[in-house]
């Protein structure tokens, strides 16, 4: 089993910057890659950012060259928001994809989500 805690949301004004983290813990082989993800009232969960083991990221064209993901262990990950609008507003979940074995990957695992609320 795999636990991921997240941190860091809240209120900020158009603007402003916040940043996430997500700590994965449990018993596991390795965490292939941790992303985060967010889902706004009436609208599906979308990648926002995701980053792998090796350090590879990729990026939703809405939030090119104002977010950030980062890993400082293989195990943490962050999501530094700058330059926030408030269509960035939603509950932003972190993703981790995790190998049980070196050859077997369990299923995706979510944390409960954060809510980031950015007003005009």
């Known amino acids: 089993q795999v636990q991921l805690v997240e941190s860091g949301g809240g209120l900020v004004q158009a603007g402003g910057s916040l940043r996430l983290s997500c700590a994965a813990s449990g018993s596991f082989f390795s965490i292939d890659a941790m992303g985060w993800y967010r889902q706004a009232p009436g609208k599906e969960r979308e990648l926002v950012a995701r980053i792998t083991s090796g350090g590879s990221t990729n990026y939703a064209d809405s939030v090119k060259g104002r977010f950030t993901i980062s890993r400082n262990n293989a195990n943490t990950v962050y999501l530094q928001m700058n330059s926030l609008k408030p269509e960035d507003t939603a509950v932003y979940y972190c993703?981790?994809?995790?190998?049980?074995?070196?050859?077997?990957?369990?299923?995706?695992?979510w944390g409960k989500g954060t809510l980031v609320t950015v007003s005009p």
């Open positions: 993703n981790a994809e995790v190998r049980a074995t070196r050859a077997t990957r369990f299923p995706d695992y």
